[in-house]
């Protein structure tokens, strides 16, 4: 059983006892498995166990709330299974590791957003990393009926806000091609196995984060964004088998060009999305005509005048 539906069989194990010892804070508590870990991405597998694995979940109050009741919420934890399906409960404290048990609602999601509250401004939004807002937005929500951790999901869910969205996508087409279309086929050229290495490495990473902007989501963090986005419906699955088709390329020398059609083929399908979506109206494949394509699509006039390759 992976960590997230052990999770959740796990609070079904505990619900009635939480419900009966405390149903006034229930009332107010969300209750899910949200944040770091592959077990939140799914992304969970036998080698994932050597670490922070076992039966838990994450109850979130108001800041408030939780200090005023958190005595009383630690008796009623005490009273929850120590065991489950053979495994030892992360809820006893010197497990939690700050990533389980009872959590401030607005800790939580200061903690990947660096915000006190939902970020408001586009400034606010493009200083959050993108695997940051992946973390707080993946998992599961198994109850929430005060609704109030589930508004902040939702509203980060919804992803960037348009202008920020299109500006880190013009990013991603700069480097894209800086990495990939000019500098990947040039370092093969000259024999410089450790530096193609390195272009390669830069445009599967931009190239990945693009496609997850594209399908409107947030790139998690790098260990698993090859790994879901093959799931995605906009590129996903073409991007999935040609990044690990690179993957496997040999980057020594110019009689390994091979890297480089790979690069030029996946460019060339983002070029021709983002010229279906409107969002460019450049006929060609090189990915840093695009870039200000997108920009000149952007309203906020400070975001237009950034650096291009930032974002």
Request: aromatic share 10%.
């Amino acid at each position: 059983m992976q960590g997230l539906a052990l999770a959740r069989a796990f609070y079904n194990e505990c619900r009635s006892i939480l419900w009966r010892e405390m149903p006034d804070v229930m009332s107010r508590a969300a209750v899910g498995l949200v944040g770091e870990g592959s077990e939140c991405f799914g992304c969970d597998d036998a080698a994932s166990r050597d670490h922070d694995f076992g039966p838990a979940f994450c109850l979130w109050l108001p800041r408030e709330e939780l200090r005023r009741h958190a005595a009383r919420i630690e008796s009623v934890f005490g009273m929850l299974p120590q065991r489950f399906d053979g495994l030892e409960s992360r809820l006893v404290p010197e497990r939690r590791l700050g990533r389980v048990g009872p959590l401030p609602l607005e800790d939580f999601y200061g903690f990947f957003t660096g915000l006190p509250n939902l970020p408001a401004t586009w400034q606010e939004w493009l200083a959050i990393p993108e695997y940051q807002l992946a973390a707080c937005t993946n998992g599961e929500v198994f109850e929430d009926p005060a609704g109030g951790f589930t508004h902040w999901r939702e509203v980060l869910q919804g992803c960037y806000p348009k202008d920020v969205r299109l500006k880190k996508m013009a990013a991603r087409c700069m480097v894209m091609a800086q990495a990939g279309q000019y500098n990947l086929p040039r370092c093969l050229q000259r024999g410089d196995g450790l530096a193609a290495m390195l272009c390669a490495a830069r445009f599967a990473e931009a190239a990945l984060s693009m496609v997850y902007l594209c399908n409107g989501r947030y790139m998690p963090f790098y260990k698993w964004a090859g790994r879901l986005v093959a799931s995605l419906p906009v590129l996903g699955a073409e991007t999935a088998r040609t990044l690990s088709a690179l993957a496997g390329q040999p980057l020594r020398g110019a009689e390994d060009m091979e890297a480089a059609r790979m690069v030029e083929s996946l460019c060339a399908q983002v070029a021709q999305h983002l010229r279906s979506e409107g969002l460019s109206d450049d006929a060609g494949d090189w990915l840093w005509a695009h870039g200000p394509q997108l920009i000149r699509r952007v309203e906020e006039s400070q975001l237009r005048q950034m650096d291009m390759l930032q974002g």
